[in-house]
């Protein structure tokens, strides 16, 4: 990969962006600034601005009387190297500009690759940025370096050989594949089997997302998946966990009968194919799998006699009459003992993003108690409200944010560790979304 | 929980009052004791939240209430509420939960929420919204109360019982103790009278939190603890030494028992001596008549230094049970070795006291201690301390720990610094500088962070070596954001967790470690007073105290 790749490029890295600020001018503290700005056209080229950073003199001077080195000046963090690959330029430049702001944070040294012109000469284009920051006024600052690929022809086939010499040798290596990812073609698995740690957005799946989750699922055996759309739910998962807390409705978790999660559809006549119900589906599959719940039989359209009618209602609505939002996904759990819970995933019209989770809703029964919990979010809180045979016994709202990308983002990377609910909540989910078998 | 039976008491505790006839508060306590026992119901303790597994607490506090005495007072608006208030924001408390703020001042309920808020806002480590801030603040009220006064408490029981039926608080109750000293045996034998302190059979906990200074000597300590026994079991009694709930402190646990590689070097085989500093650059910030009373030694030494010596130096515990954990830390106390006859004097050889006098500190000029306001100007409080113990147990026996602790010193630093013993056989001999020993250092504050130093060839066609450094800075691989050490700790005693709070016995053993140096000095003047330049790194004679073992203070 020394060679010049040769080519002209059509495009080559956005060059906007902050000054730099070299190193050994001071900063404001808490923010990142952009201490180092290059260019290369080899990936040989990429590894000497690399180095050429570090052995600056302001970078690598020392503080510290009587000669003695005591602390650096300026430092690469040393945690992870994060390789992200961005199918559009626009998306490789939202994601770089997200990633600066994570500097002093996590990831030591970011590659984002934005492969392109798949059927031009091969060409490469890089460029190497150091962001610094300092905690507090006279720290040492630590910095992260970024590099902005974008690999045209056949270089964009061999990304894996791009991205091996350039990772920090012995530190873990995390893989962003924002939008759609290719699995099961061979670049995406060079990539994926350098990997230790998968970052996927299960939420941005095309269709309904349920073979990306599958395929998912089996690369999941063998590098550690974390999904934005299972983080996202995290403040949904503490609302719920919290209302059984209360130990008057904790038993009533054991006699569970039905499972509903309702969720944002935009409607129209391929509103079954073309709504992403990944989400909904992570919801069922986390209260399973904490649950000892097995999915007996996996998701299938509903086609009860009463919905009939509104499949054949699937087309366009009427001008002015109610938009149809498609059918229901059902899947039966089996709770053990000849027990089962019922799933339904239920399509709802609304102008959210569609697959967007509206309502979790949990029915109970319990020596002739009836008990139904409900949780919605909205922008800033998620509110759990649970009646007990039709009289309301809770109704409480649960401060959490939703989240931005950049966040989850910082946690995906801040996991050390397999994170074994979120694993089994993918199993679950893969196995809900198993192909019906033919009858 | 158990109940205790009415009348035994705790190991060491002195017998209980007998009742009198006509004593208001008694016939109080028996009379709520009564109707406690009468609501007894079976145990059914529920078995834990399946849906809680992987989420940030895998068990949420129970429902409780929060009585908190000084609830006026600087600590309680500085620290404890802005920590509550956190811990709420960020959904770790229960939602069944309710402050009652106990002062000796006349205020209402609304005039308290809005000096809390004020201070929440001042101190918080987040933005006060009022979504947020709503909630919480219709969980807070406040009752006036003189602390020696039984009706006082008896009207607490029944606001508390009150808050049971309309908060849901589940007869759990956490009673803080955030005012000055003197008042802790007055509040908790008034807790006791009231029969606050007692616990039914499957009917709610009751614990109690006492802020340090835990008494000012070895005696005064164990009638403080004599005192708290007499109404609290010890597994009642969460003693806070905020350092332990500091994050970098814990993670001194996990760099010991969670690394392969340091214990087998950790011990006198290889280590040859431990420095342990908690430097300040601040002086007694108007807090002159506290100081006066306490000085470097009670104020540092006797907690947050010999808490870092026992998690340095203890073994490792069989469990992470607050129980093995404090066995372990309190065996190192006790077998720290006797200082030796101390001569008023020069104290031993092993003791340095200091008091600063007018220098500079970052760049501006500040006033000796002696003429800070509320100091007497011929005090002989000392603001600095350093000490050399040994540990006569199988692994630290010779190994000298120096300790020190000062105010006005050039820089606010906190470190633990294990120098190695040097290589047994100079086999670079004639190079231009000798390989200085391995040294390990822990920052505790500011920077938080591991350095290892080790010894490097300098790169050329000769053979020199330098030290070098491997250093690990906190910051760069974990977000900076660390829970207060205040939201560590209240969430832990609401948990029950008592494995960062101090115990009884090592309150008393620590004190059996200085009250000897703190009785020698009171027996004669300290001469040389002042005796360091604010802006230094103390006494000369500080660094003498190393010099003898050929040692020297780490540049910090």
């Known amino acids: 990969m020394a060679a010049d790749l040769g080519g002209r490029p059509p495009s080559a890295p956005p060059r906007t962006g902050p000054e730099v600020l070299p190193f050994g001018i001071a900063a404001v503290p808490g923010e990142p600034v952009l201490r180092w700005d290059g260019a290369a056209t080899t990936v040989a080229a990429v590894e000497r601005e690399l180095a050429r950073i570090w052995s600056s003199p302001p970078a690598r001077d020392a503080i510290g009387g009587e000669g003695r080195e005591e602390r650096t000046v300026a430092a690469r963090t040393s945690v992870l190297n994060l390789v992200v690959v961005a199918r559009r330029p626009e998306i490789g430049e939202r ?43 006279g720290a040492p600052e630590t910095c992260a370096e970024l590099v902005y690929a974008v690999a045209g022809g056949e270089t964009g086939r061999h990304l894996a050989a791009v991205v091996t010499p350039l990772l920090v040798h ?22 994926v089997a350098l990997a230790d740690r998968l970052i996927v957005d299960g939420s941005a ?32 998962r503490e609302a719920i966990a919290a209302a059984f807390d209360r130990a008057d409705l904790r038993p009533y978790l054991g006699s569970l009968r039905q499972i509903t999660v309702t969720h944002a559809s935009h409607g129209g006549p391929d509103a ?108 800033d809180v998620v509110r759990v409200r649970a009646r007990e045979r039709g009289i309301e016994v809770l109704d409480r709202p649960y401060l959490a944010s939703r989240r931005t990308e950049t966040d989850l983002l910082a946690e995906a990377i801040e996991v050390g560790a397999a994170d074994h609910v979120a694993l089994d909540a993918l199993k679950t989910a893969a196995a809900l979304a198993a192909p019906e078998a033919q009858p | 929980m158990q109940a205790r039976a009415e009348g035994s008491a705790g190991p060491g505790s002195a017998p209980r009052p007998t009742r009198a006839e006509g004593d208001p508060g008694l016939s109080a306590r028996a009379a709520r004791l009564a109707r406690a026992a009468g609501s007894q119901r079976p145990s059914s303790r529920p078995a834990g939240n399946p849906l809680r597994e992987g989420l940030r607490l895998e068990r949420m506090p129970d429902p409780a209430a929060f009585v908190l005495f000084g609830a006026t007072g600087d600590l309680a608006h500085r620290k404890v509420v802005p920590a509550l208030f956190q ?48 909630p919480f603040a219709a969980c807070i009220s406040y009752q006036r109360m003189d602390f ?75 009638r403080l603890n004599r005192e708290v026994a007499k109404v609290f079991r010890e597994s009642q009694v969460y003693r806070i030494d905020h350092y332990l709930g500091k994050e970098t402190v814990r993670n001194l646990l996990v760099f010991r028992f969670g690394n392969g590689i340091f214990e087998p070097i950790w011990n006198r085989r290889y280590v040859d001596h431990v420095q342990i500093t908690v430097a300040e650059s601040i002086g007694v910030e108007g807090r002159g008549a506290f100081y006066e009373e306490a000085g470097a030694t009670r104020d540092i ?15 490792p515990p069989a469990t992470f049970e607050a129980n093995a954990l404090r066995d372990e830390k309190v065996k190192v106390l006790r077998s720290i070795a006797p200082l030796g006859p101390l001569e008023p004097a020069a104290v031993a050889p092993g003791v340095v006291r200091g008091q600063y006098g007018p220098g500079w500190v970052a760049g501006a000029a500040v006033p000796g201690y002696r003429a800070e306001p509320e100091v007497d100007p011929q005090s002989e409080t000392e603001t600095f301390v350093a000490v050399r113990l040994t540990i006569d147990d199988w692994r630290w026996a010779g190994v000298p720990f120096y ?103 090592e309150v008393e053993t620590a004190w059996q470690v200085v009250t000897p140096i703190l009785e020698a000095w009171a027996r004669g003047r300290a001469p040389d007073f002042p005796n360091y330049e604010a802006g230094s790194w103390g006494p000369a004679a500080a660094d003498a105290l190393l010099a003898r073992d050929g040692a020297r203070w780490r540049r910090i």
């Open chain 1, 272 to 379: 079954d194919w073309s709504t992403n119900v990944v989400r909904p589906v992570y919801h069922v599959a986390w209260l399973a799998s904490r649950l000892g719940l097995r999915p007996i039989r996996a998701l299938h359209r509903d086609t009860r006699p009463e919905d009939r009618g509104r499949r054949r209602a699937s087309r366009p609505a009427p001008p002015g009459g109610p938009a149809d939002p498609g059918r229901d996904l059902r899947a039966t759990l089996g709770a053990g003992r000849g027990r089962t819970v019922e799933v339904v995933i239920r399509p709802a019209i609304s102008t959210v993003a569609a697959g967007t989770t509206l309502r979790v809703e949990l029915l109970a029964e319990r020596r002739g108690r009836e008990l139904r919990v409900e949780a919605t979010a909205e922008a």
């Open chain 1, 205 to 236: 799946w095309p269709g309904d997302g349920l073979d990306r989750l599958r395929a998912v699922a089996r690369l999941a055996r063998s590098v550690e998946v974390t999904d934005f759309a299972v983080l996202r739910q995290a403040r949904w």
């Open chain 2, 148 to 222: 020696g006064d039984p009706a006082g408490y008896a009207a607490l029981a029944d606001r508390l019982d009150e808050l049971d039926r309309t908060r849901g608080t589940a007869a759990n109750r956490l009673f803080y103790l955030a005012t000055q000293p003197s008042a802790f045996a007055e509040i908790i034998a008034g807790l006791g009278r009231a029969g606050l302190d007692h616990e039914v059979h499957g009917g709610g906990w009751r614990r109690v939190v006492i802020e340090k200074p835990f008494g000012r000597d070895t005696i005064s300590a164990i």
């Open chain 1, 170 to 191: 012995d530190l873990p290596v995390a893989l962003w594949w924002p939008g759609d990812p290719p699995f099961g073609t061979r670049p995406a698995d060079e990539l």
């Open chain 1, 95 to 137: 994601v770089a500009a997200e990633i600066s702001t994570l500097t002093g944070r996590h990831p030591s040294r970011t590659l984002v690759l934005v492969p392109t012109d798949p059927d031009g000469p091969p060409w490469f284009r890089a460029q190497v940025r150091a962001y610094c920051m300092a905690a507090r006024d």
């Open chain 2, 301 to 315: 030494l006797q907690n947050h230094l010999l808490q870092l010596l026992s998690l340095v130096a203890m073994e």
């Open chain 2, 87 to 134: 811990l709420w924001r960020t959904n770790l408390l229960p939602h069944e939960f309710a402050l009652v703020g106990i002062g000796r001042r006349p205020l209402g309920d609304d005039g308290f929420r809005t000096g809390l808020r004020a201070s929440v806002e001042e101190h918080g480590r987040a933005p006060l919204t009022a979504a947020a801030w709503e």
């Open chain 2, 403 to 505: 300790l020190r602790a000062g105010k006005r010193l050039p820089k606010r630093a906190t470190e633990i610094a294990v120098r190695f013993r040097a290589v047994p056989h100079a086999l670079f001999k004639g190079t231009s500088v000798d390989p200085e020993p391995n040294l390990l250092a822990l920052r505790i504050q500011p920077d938080e962070g591991i350095l290892l130093r080790f010894a490097a060839k300098i790169p050329g066609l000769g053979l020199d070596v330098r030290p070098v450094n491997m250093d690990f800075t906190y910051g760069s691989a974990f977000s900076v954001d660390s829970p207060d050490a205040y939201e560590t700790l209240i969430l832990d005693a609401l948990l029950g967790d008592a494995s960062l709070f101090t115990r009884a016995d």
